[in-house]
């Protein structure tokens, strides 16, 4: 199984070590990809739900600076040469698809064909309002950019007057990407879990530590798997299970665990590491291969 980590974008983990040395640590460590997350803004106070924990709160204090996700990949990319450089996830209909295909594959030629594209239609409404991107829309907006961004990666998308996102004839997009970056649809709701079967390259959940049901997973892989049979049999598609919090404390309390990952079509998990400490990314590593992964 590929392990890959999370470098912090917020607080002061963001600026020390900052995501150059975050992501260099983690590929001398021995990690298969390095990961960020995405958040465009922040609202205080936040109407809106975080879907991911059971009291709706979000793990992180709402007046926390962030960096800007595409930004700061390009610093990962600066970073390293040999892992995987990708976003969990992309709440990619607060942005124009045809910008960020230009960005996600200029990552990719300069970076030898590394990035991989966690996309999400979102969740904080207040960050929708503040650009004026109806809320409402967000799943339609994420599967016409999905489509659009493919099409620019070839190099030069179909014109059209109708959908979300005109496009003018004779307009080309290159350099091409080394790679056409995997698209790996985020949720854990049975909308995602669809759009994954039907649009994507592979499946991105999320589950909490503190939090963790492997039943709860299971059903989910299953209803996934049984959707892709529909939608595109023979396909195999890669999932990616993204653990947010203590990742020792997962493994010790559930002995077994990355057997029946594997079991339910885990391909990639990636992790929390504690920056606190001097060797945190390379303990982590060590415990998840101990564990099997």
């Known amino acids: 199984m590929r392990i890959g980590a999370i470098i912090p974008i917020a607080g002061p983990g963001a600026f020390d070590p900052g995501p150059i040395a975050a992501a260099g640590r983690l590929e001398e460590a021995g990690y298969d990809s390095v990961w960020l997350a995405d958040r465009l803004l922040a609202a205080i106070p936040l109407r809106s739900r975080y879907p991911f924990m059971p009291d709706g709160k979000p793990r992180w204090a709402l007046d926390t600076a962030f960096l800007e996700s595409t930004m700061t990949m390009a610093m990962m990319v600066a970073g390293t040469s040999r892992v995987e450089v990708g976003v969990a996830a992309l709440v990619v209909p607060l942005r124009h698809p045809i910008v960020l295909a230009r960005q996600m594959a200029t990552l990719d030629a300069l970076s030898g064909g590394r990035i991989v594209m966690g996309?999400?239609?979102?969740?904080?409404?207040?960050?929708?309002?503040?650009?004026?991107?109806?809320?409402?829309?967000?799943?339609?907006?994420?599967?016409?950019?999905?489509?659009?961004?493919?099409?620019?990666?070839?190099?030069?998308?179909?014109?059209?007057?109708?959908?979300?996102?005109?496009?003018?004839?004779?307009?080309?997009?290159?350099?091409?990407?080394?790679?056409?970056?995997?698209?790996?649809?985020?949720?854990?709701?049975?909308?995602?879990?669809?759009?994954?079967?039907?649009?994507?390259?592979?499946?991105?959940?999320?589950?909490?530590?503190?939090?963790?049901?492997?039943?709860?997973?299971?059903?989910?892989?299953?209803?996934?798997?049984?959707e892709l049979k529909r939608e595109r049999s023979g396909f195999a598609p890669r999932v990616l299970l993204r653990v947010g919090g203590d990742f020792g404390q997962l493994v010790q309390s559930m002995p077994g665990l990355a057997p029946r990952l594997v079991e339910a079509g885990v391909t990639d998990v990636v992790i929390d590491v504690d920056w606190s400490v001097p060797d945190g990314d390379r303990r982590a590593l060590e415990l998840a291969r101990g564990a099997g992964f």
């Open 119 to 226: 996309v999400g239609a979102g969740w904080m409404e207040e960050e929708f309002e503040a650009i004026g991107v109806p809320f409402e829309s967000r799943g339609r907006r994420l599967d016409e950019s999905i489509e659009l961004m493919r099409q620019c990666w070839a190099g030069a998308p179909e014109s059209r007057e109708t959908g979300m996102f005109p496009v003018p004839e004779g307009i080309l997009t290159r350099p091409l990407p080394v790679r056409i970056p995997p698209v790996l649809v985020a949720g854990n709701t049975t909308g995602a879990i669809k759009r994954a079967a039907s649009y994507g390259d592979g499946w991105l959940p999320l589950q909490i530590v503190a939090h963790f049901d492997i039943d709860w997973f299971e059903r989910k892989s299953a209803q996934f798997r049984a």
